[in-house]
């Protein structure tokens, strides 16, 4: 079954609970598990191959980019699928009682389908790494990261199942974003990571609702702020390069003159009256 992301998002962000365990396994191709189980609430990420899981005889084709949820006492039956291995992360967590007692019986066991993100395997391995530190800190660093995981997890399903309005919301705060970071270095693959869709996705509908690629809305918000600044004549071409995000003046000038037909010199003196040489 599929569970509703909101509802989901909303007991993870509300609710007590801990996590329990965190583990990275890799399975070899072919392999069969039956006769089993489940023992805890738990969630399964896979990141490489792909295999077939029965859970109370529903089943649930899991590879990169999609989940499932368990609660404990489930029958489970799974087999690898193709020649490659299987790798996963499971995340086992505890309901304190009382929201336990509350916990849908109809969500006993539900698919998330989230799509690749790159930033889901970095926090897994982040999960992994600081889930043996016992101190109080070290803790609290594992929910921080759980809840990052989930965050990005139950966005990527929010837009895949609400792709028109989620698109358009995303790319929203994709280009106020951008306007507020074009100084800084900023990549395709970042900018789709940070509102959790892929760069193919991500290019797409920022094209779609912007009528433009988005590292050449980069380059648009650059230019039009170095030609505020060209104006005011306080500031020499190298430092209005590096203000506006380019290490390199005559890289800088070269985009400047592909955009507008002169260069950042040139443009600095038509502004303020002169005629350019």
């Not at 920022?206 to 809305?217: Q, V």
Request: hydrophobic content about 35%; glycine content about 6%.
């Amino acid at each position: 079954m599929m569970m509703d992301t909101e509802q989901l998002a909303e007991m993870f962000a509300s609710e007590a609970y801990e996590i329990e365990g965190v583990y990275r396994l890799v399975i070899p191709p072919q392999s069969v598990l039956h006769g089993f189980k489940t023992e805890r609430y738990g969630l399964l990420f896979p990141v490489r191959g792909q295999a077939l899981m029965h859970l109370e005889g529903k089943e649930y084709d899991l590879r990169p980019g999609v989940i499932a949820h368990a609660v404990p006492g489930l029958k489970l039956q799974s087999r690898v699928v193709g020649t490659s291995e299987y790798e996963y992360f499971s995340v086992f967590y505890r309901w304190n009682p009382f929201t336990e007692s509350r916990y849908p019986q109809e969500a006993s066991h539900f698919k998330l389908e989230y799509g690749c993100n790159s930033r889901v395997n970095e926090l897994l391995l982040l999960l992994h790494q600081h889930f043996r530190n016992p101190s109080g800190l070290g803790k609290l660093r594992v929910k921080e990261l759980f809840l990052s995981l989930m965050h990005q997890v139950l966005t990527g399903c929010s837009h895949r199942f609400g792709e028109k309005q989620t698109g358009r919301s995303s790319i929203e705060a994709a280009v106020a974003y951008i306007e507020g970071h074009y100084m800084h270095p900023l990549t395709l693959n970042e900018l789709a990571e940070l509102h959790a869709m892929n760069a193919k996705s991500f290019s797409y509908y920022f094209h779609k609702y912007t009528g433009c690629r988005p590292i050449d809305y980069v380059i648009r918000c650059r230019l039009e702020r170095a030609c505020e600044l060209l104006t005011t004549r306080s500031y020499s071409v190298r430092d209005v390069a590096s203000s506006v995000g380019y290490a390199n003046p005559f890289y800088f000038s070269r985009v400047f003159r592909s955009y507008y037909g002169m260069s950042p010199s040139s443009y600095a003196e038509h502004s303020n009256g002169s005629t350019a040489p």
